[in-house]
């Protein structure tokens, strides 16, 4: 179909092409392509490669290291309107949030590779004649796994991080929407990266991981994605010793303190939930606002989300573009079926949009009692759960109350209440008064069930190298 690109595998510099299964267009469910199946040979001969490259790479110095991803990243920003098209047919996200993200996914390869030129050790003051250093040295090959809901950026956190660290790295992307990690792949490739340093693989999730996490050669493993693949793919690297970094669900809380203005941050709000459908690990979802202005909040949020025009993310009226998979049309029936059971009121939306393509609105959900599925779960999706409380002390414990903890959002005035929620939300990202949980020079990641280790900044880099104590006698 024009504007999609072919599927390959992606192995020691060289594209490979493969039987696989077929890539849905979640908008009508017609076929785009086929994501190609990588067989254990392909993986034995993707983990020889990483070696060869990571061999090179480390010794490319960090000045050519950074010439080659930026110059990859400039591809990148040339090709962005053709490489969102693709996005919006395989994943179903409005046109121009895939070029936003494509633009970000650069952003993040940008930052890192200027960042990987100060990658510092130190030298510690020590009695005459000894000399004690600090080295940071690439920790070598990573295998890398990467989600569906974000098909560039999210392999582009993770390349990025890899290859400005001097290590290499064996990419699997989703299969579901491959071609931004295609594309991705490509503009490395032909910004002149070394063969092997960077390997993209498809096929079986759980083949792949099984057969690359126990591999001596791959010393690092980082994965984004839902809490119960993390924790198995978390068990087994600790099996074999491998560090890891776990970027894993969410269920975002939104404390609304009775200083703001309803109907303002409610409009904020349904812009910051309706993103990508709700399927973003930091989307807002459990709203805890404070009684003073709770009516005139769930009204306005309400109201707001019921003018949003859901349709074809291709077409550029489109606010809410369909959900990415049939499985997700499930999960939200499901999920309001049990809310609407246990006596929550429905404020906007509730039903599947037709029977052909994956459409469903932002559907606002309010007075949940705690019990409900929807409060528990991380829904993914547009789903908005609006309750009142009485107090910032009970909003609190309400956004503690769950074991996920990647991303927090509060609205308001008070630098009282801010210093409150700092201190007393138990995330890894909190975000006042605006809904962008990082951007390419923080780190990103989560705590409790929500992973460990860190994704951009010099913080996310750090995870890729090893710090190396050289002790010196002179004699």
């Not at 859901?310 to 809310?339: C, F, H, K, Y």
Request: one cysteine or more; hydrophobic letters at 40%.
């Amino acid at each position: 179909m024009t504007g999609y690109p072919s599927i390959e595998l992606y192995i020691d510099g060289r594209w490979k092409r493969a039987d696989g299964q077929p890539v849905l267009n979640p908008a009508d469910e017609t076929v785009l392509g086929t994501v190609p199946t990588a067989t254990i040979a392909d993986l034995d001969d993707a983990i020889a490669a990483a070696e060869r490259g990571f061999a090179v790479w480390r010794k490319t110095s960090p000045a050519k290291r950074t010439q080659i991803i930026l110059k990859a990243a400039s591809l990148i920003r040339a090709r962005a309107d053709e490489m969102a098209v693709a996005m919006t047919l395989e994943q179903g996200k409005p046109l121009d949030q895939a070029r936003l993200e494509i633009l970000r996914g650069c952003d993040i390869i940008e930052w890192d590779a200027t960042e990987g030129l100060r990658m510092y050790g130190r030298v510690i003051p020590s009695e005459d004649g000894m000399r004690h250093t600090v080295l940071r040295q690439p920790i070598g090959p990573v295998a890398a796994f990467s989600p569906w809901n974000f098909p560039m950026s999210s392999p582009a956190r993770k390349v990025a991080g890899a290859l400005s660290s001097g290590c290499s790295i064996i990419l699997k992307a989703s299969e579901e929407t491959p071609a931004g990690a295609v594309q991705l792949v490509r503009a490395f490739h032909d910004a002149g990266l070394p063969p092997g340093v960077l390997n993209l693989v498809f096929g079986n999730p759980a083949e792949i991981s099984s057969h690359l996490i126990p591999q001596a050669s791959i010393r690092l493993i980082t994965f984004t994605g839902s809490i119960p693949v993390g924790k198995s793919l978390a068990e087994m690297a600790g099996r074999h010793m491998k560090p890891a970094i776990m970027e894993l669900g969410g269920h975002a809380p939104v404390i609304v303190c009775d200083d703001v203005d309803p109907a303002t941050t409610a409009a904020t709000s349904v812009a910051g939930k309706s993103r990508n459908a709700g399927q973003v690990c930091v989307a807002p979802t459990r709203f805890f606002v404070q009684e003073e202005v709770y009516r005139q909040f769930a009204d306005s949020f309400a109201e707001k989300a019921a003018q949003l025009k859901v349709g074809n993310g291709l077409d550029p009226s489109t606010q809410l573009g369909p959900l990415a998979n049939g499985r997700r049309i499930e999960a939200m029936e499901a999920l309001v079926a049990d809310a609407k059971a246990k006596g929550a009121k429905v404020l906007a939306g509730g039903q599947r949009i037709g029977n052909r393509g994956y459409f469903f609105p932002l559907t606002v959900l309010a007075e949940l009692p705690d019990d409900a599925r929807a409060m528990r779960d991380e829904p993914f999706g547009p789903l908005a759960l609006v309750n009142p409380v009485r107090s910032l002390d009970e909003a609190i414990e309400k956004a503690n109350s769950l074991p996920y903890g990647l991303a927090a959002y509060a609205f308001t005035r008070s630098s009282h209440n801010a210093d409150r929620l700092a201190n007393e939300v138990e995330v890894g990202n909190l975000s006042i008064n605006h809904f962008v949980a990082s951007v390419a020079e923080t780190p990103f990641g989560g705590v409790k069930d929500s992973g460990y280790g860190r994704e951009g900044g010099t913080e996310g880099l750090q995870c890729y190298t090893v710090a190396k104590n050289v002790s010196h006698k002179m004699i």
